[in-house]
């Protein structure tokens, strides 16, 4: 079968492993995301994974606390939500290895890219913890730099919303859907993708962004396999 991509950065929202509990871990609704990545890591995908920690932490929401230390806590929880992500996959009969950018090494791999790069060309799927390590970056940033350092061919970013609209789809009924966009038309029209951060690295490295919806999980396999109608593709040459 051929593939649009074969190796992959995985962005996936905290929030999405919650569930409609909205915070903490839906077990059910992480092995259905689980099931997915191993449909599409069976296809011969290579796939890294970035997990955000939105469904334990709000750093920003965190009221007085220094924002270095509220940003350090985020980074914990996604060390959590990694962790349970590769309990799942690995229940599910994957090869997982964590990594995380904040040195814990009774519970997993340091980040370390040329390791990183060996596990996917055997075969493992690697999920990537604590963001950058450094305070003021997002996960999305996170995924733009791994996604940068491991020579991955797009960056899938899981949302709750199936793509990327000319206004918001919540507030405007006849907001409208792009199949394809261009770095330079989401900047000159504030299109809401990632922060500018992310964004700006994904664009001077030229990796594509593909923004679709994780409400049906399978939309992983749709995406990989090049499946136009699903999500927006983000890339230079829309």
């Not at 449909?39 to 270095?68: C, P, Q, Y």
């Not at 996959?89 to 040329?114: H, K, S």
């Not at 690697?126 to 970056?137: E, L, R």
């Amino acid at each position: 079968m051929s593939l649009a991509y074969r190796r992959i950065l995985l962005k996936l929202s905290g929030e999405a492993l919650a569930g409609d509990k909205k915070t903490g871990l839906d077990y059910n609704k992480v092995t259905e995301i689980c099931q997915s990545i191993k449909k599409a890591h069976d296809l011969g995908v290579e796939i890294a994974i970035v997990v955000g920690g939105g469904n334990f932490w709000r750093g920003r929401s965190s009221g007085d606390m220094e924002r270095t230390r509220a940003d350090h806590i985020g980074m914990l929880a996604t060390v959590m939500n990694a962790l349970a992500l590769a309990d799942s996959l690995e229940q599910l009969g994957c090869d997982v290895r964590v990594q995380t950018a904040i040195t814990m090494q009774q519970v997993a791999e340091p980040y370390i890219r040329n390791k990183a790069v060996r596990h996917l060309q055997k075969g493992r799927i690697v999920i990537f913890g604590c963001g950058t390590g450094n305070p003021f970056f997002s996960t999305d940033t996170a995924s733009a730099l791994r996604a940068a350092e491991i020579g991955a061919d797009a960056i899938l970013k899981a949302t709750l919303v199936d793509g990327v609209y000319d206004s918001d789809p919540k507030k405007n009924p006849d907001a409208k859907r792009y199949e394809t966009v261009t770095f330079d038309e989401v900047i000159a029209k504030h299109l809401n993708v990632m922060d500018i951060t992310a964004f700006s690295m994904c664009s001077d490295n030229n990796i594509p962004v593909v923004v679709f919806s994780l409400e049906d999980p399978d939309n992983i396999i749709r995406v990989t396999e090049g499946d136009t109608k699903v999500g927006t593709v983000v890339s230079h040459n829309a």
